[in-house]
């Protein structure tokens, strides 16, 4: 079965409408599929449409532009970095549903359910998306009726991105100015990631910008909080990581972490 096929059955399905309007370029119905599949809210998915999510995922990732990570050079390669552990750090902008490795890491609210309406551009969208249907249904089973605190973090299975685990950290949002509690929070949730990482034997991490988005954070006030939790956490566990790689979607967040490492003492 090939994607515009399996794309015409999951649509049809979502929608809850075999009459619904289905666009002829796969694209568009990539698109389409995406908001129906974050948006949707049904409480139970047949099998037989998880299977077909599935597979439409996996045919879908033979045709991106994947990133060993294995492969990604840390910041003394890249950046003549004088950081205390450069060796285990590595600076990567791309899309992180498209790293091979151990774990990645997704900011999260306290249901860790993603969003529950189409977000264009966002990390917990692309996650979800990317990961597939079973991603909500298993994050819900987990918590049941609870919810997480801001610097929680819940591991799952990635299900069908190309790495092992999600770690879904639940991350500070700031309301105006920035708090020392709001910086705590977000030391509290670096050392929460790090630790998950640890305790579930990844080698290879990878962490977004988190709390620069829709939680508000200062760009370079988060970068230097997460570079200095970072190196405290190498510190103590050095071994326990082959790499771990900073990720960034813009090039602003990228030169702003290039001047922090290249900074470095």
């Known amino acids: 079965m090939n994607k515009k096929v399996l794309l015409d059955k999951l649509i049809k399905y979502l929608s809850g409408d075999d009459s619904i309007h289905i666009p002829d370029s796969l694209e568009e119905k990539v698109s389409l599929y995406q908001r129906l599949s974050l948006s949707c809210t049904k409480k139970e998915i047949s099998s037989d449409i998880l299977r077909d ?3 439409f995922l996996r045919l879908d ?3 991106r532009n994947l990133t060993d990570g294995e492969k990604v050079k840390n910041v003394i390669e890249t950046l003549g970095s004088n950081l205390k552990h450069a060796d ?3 600076l ?5 549903t498209t790293i091979y490795c151990d774990a990645v890491v997704n900011s999260t609210d306290d249901k860790a359910m993603g969003p529950l309406k189409y977000q264009a551009n966002t990390l917990d969208s692309s996650i979800h998306f990317r990961s597939g249907l079973r991603l909500r249904s298993k994050c819900k089973k987990i918590l049941n009726k609870d919810s ?3 610097g929680d973090v819940l591991i799952t ?7 092992d685990f999600i770690i879904h950290a639940v991350c500070p949002k700031v309301d105006g100015k920035t708090t020392n509690e709001d910086k705590e929070d977000l030391r509290r949730t670096y050392f929460n990631i790090l630790e998950c990482a640890k305790n579930n034997l990844t080698k290879i991490l990878v962490i977004p910008c988190i709390s620069t988005g829709k939680g508000n954070f200062d760009k370079r006030e988060a970068a230097k909080i997460a570079l200095q939790c970072i190196n405290e956490y190498l510190d103590k566990f050095n071994d326990f990581f082959t790499m771990i790689i900073l990720n960034t979607y813009n090039m602003d967040s990228y030169n702003i972490y290039s001047e922090l490492l290249t900074e470095a003492k």
């Not at 299975?157 to 790495?163: D, E, G, M, Q, V």
């Open 148 to 150: 997480l605190d801001v």
């Open 88 to 90: 285990k750090i590595a």
């Open 61 to 63: 990732l033979i045709n």
């Open 53 to 55: 999510d599935d597979k």
């Open 157 to 163: 299975r990635a299900f069908n991105l190309p790495c």
């Open 92 to 96: 990567w902008n791309g899309d992180i």
